[in-house]
């Protein structure tokens, strides 16, 4: 074994990242085949969520539920007017309620901090146990790298969304009642409908996140320091949503990745208004665009072995 593989593993996790590089040259003698592809992104995936730090902050995701059900349920009419979500009110009469407003109360901070933790060590933390190199050997190619780390990242977003919108469901059933559900304009529909429509919004959710997951993944390919993307992907996630707070500075609020964040509300009305929801869509979509072939931009040109 060369110096560079032994040091590569004795670093923490160090073994399983150079078998990984190590099985990376076989992958890559099929560059350009959909096989290739698919066994990179499984790689990629079978990587971050066999991480403890990873199903950690799935463990805490999913606690975050459980603690709003229960200071509703000990707290009775605890939701005020004007405070919060406007549906947050309806938590105690109906479970399904508490889906939408843990997602509510996740959107600005927990789910992008976890979500910068994971992309900002996308590329990062790679090349700071020194694995990213041996990757690159292969002829896999550093295009396809990268766009294996999005779809990754965006697989985390999904999964980060869903693990808060079932333990909500759970919680919800399990201290409150269930059944019609009474939208925020006031009508009413069945729980089959009301389902179906949480599981529309959890999805508008998880791709809210696409513009952070580029700006993570970019941030990432800047730097080999995996801690030092992260606290920059995060603090830059606390620093837009101070901006988005102050009246002043609406002229340029429309424009930060987090201004539509939770437009997702309007999908809870009848009939749906989808016109921020689009706006929000439309605005994650030029994010990853413009990150997106930053990151390219960088990571192609980038010594890695300097």
């Not at 599981?199 to 952070?212: D, K």
């Not at 949503?241 to 990745?257: E, G, R, V």
Request: proline content about 4%; overall charge positive.
């Amino acid at each position: 074994m060369s110096r560079a593989e032994t040091t590569a593993a004795e670093a923490p996790g160090g073994a399983g990242r150079t078998a990984r590089a190590a099985t990376a040259p076989a992958a890559g003698r099929r560059p350009r085949t959909a096989a290739g592809s698919l066994a990179l992104l499984r790689s990629e995936l079978v990587l971050t969520f066999r991480r403890t730090r990873t199903i950690a902050l799935l463990g805490l995701l999913a606690l975050l539920p459980v603690l709003i059900g229960t200071v509703v349920r000990i707290e009775t009419g605890g939701a005020r007017g004007g405070e919060g979500p406007a549906f947050i009110a309806q938590v105690t009469q109906n479970g399904l309620f508490l889906v939408f407003t843990a997602l509510a109360v996740a959107l600005p901070v927990f789910l992008p901090m976890t979500v910068g933790v994971v992309a900002g060590d996308s590329i990062a933390g790679e090349a700071s146990t020194g694995t990213l190199r041996y990757l690159l050997v292969a002829p896999a190619g550093r295009t396809r790298l990268l766009v294996a780390k999005f779809a990754a990242g965006m697989v985390f977003c999904l999964a980060a969304t869903v693990t808060v919108g079932l333990a909500a469901l759970a919680t919800g059933a399990a201290l409150f009642p269930l059944g019609e559900v009474t939208l925020i304009s006031g009508d009413t529909i069945g729980l089959g409908e009301a389902l179906l429509r949480a599981v529309l919004v959890a999805g508008v959710v998880a791709v809210s996140l696409a513009g952070l997951v580029a700006i993570g993944l970019f941030v990432s390919t800047l730097t080999g320091s995996g801690i030092a993307a992260m606290a920059t992907t995060v603090g830059l996630v606390i620093t837009v949503q101070i901006l988005d707070s102050f009246p002043q500075l609406h002229a340029i609020q429309p424009f930060l990745f987090s201004h539509h964040w939770l437009s997702f509300g309007d999908l809870l009305r009848e009939p749906m208004y989808w016109d921020g929801v689009l706006k929000n869509l439309g605005l994650q979509a030029l994010y990853v665009a413009v990150f997106g072939s930053a990151a390219w931009s960088r990571f192609t040109s980038r010594d890695i072995t300097a």
